[in-house]
């Protein structure tokens, strides 16, 4: 079963740190650009982060940019967030999915089938 799994959400103060681990199984991640999407209540999905399959280029949100830094083990099937001097406007579902790309200074997705999609994990900034 293809499957992508997000861990390491949590509550966080602002100005602290998180690192978000997603998990792919039933697949081996090293073909497939990977990244990071969030979506916060009664806002539009915004593309955070992606990382090619190629050469491991990285791409950021303008609004993630000197904050938050992706990165892939290929031999865990793994893909990281590392967000630090969070911010109370970083809260939002997190997901990792499949088959990002960077446009226009846009990181964006392709939707299921076309590309997996994990379930999300939270992340609150608060004080």
């Known amino acids: 079963q293809v499957q992508l799994v997000e861990s390491g959400g949590g509550l966080v103060q602002p100005g602290g740190s998180l690192r978000l681990s997603c998990a792919a199984s039933?697949?081996?991640?090293?073909?497939?650009?990977i990244g990071w999407f969030r979506q916060a209540p009664g806002k539009e999905r915004e593309g955070v982060s992606c990382?090619?399959?190629?050469?491991?280029?990285?791409y950021y949100a303008d609004s993630v940019k000197g904050r938050f830094t992706i990165s892939r083990d290929n031999t865990k099937n793994t893909v990281y967030l590392q967000m630090n001097s969070l911010k109370p406007e970083d809260t939002a579902v997190y997901y990792c999915?499949?088959?990002?790309?960077?446009?226009?200074?846009?990181?964006?997705?392709?939707?299921?089938?076309?590309?997996?999609w994990g379930q999300g994990t939270q992340v609150t900034v608060s004080s």
């Open positions: 999915a499949t088959d990002c790309h960077y446009s226009d200074y846009v990181v964006d997705f392709l939707t299921p089938p076309f590309g997996t």
């Open positions: 990382i090619s399959s190629s050469d491991g280029s990285t």
């Open positions: 039933g697949f081996t991640l090293d073909y497939y650009a």
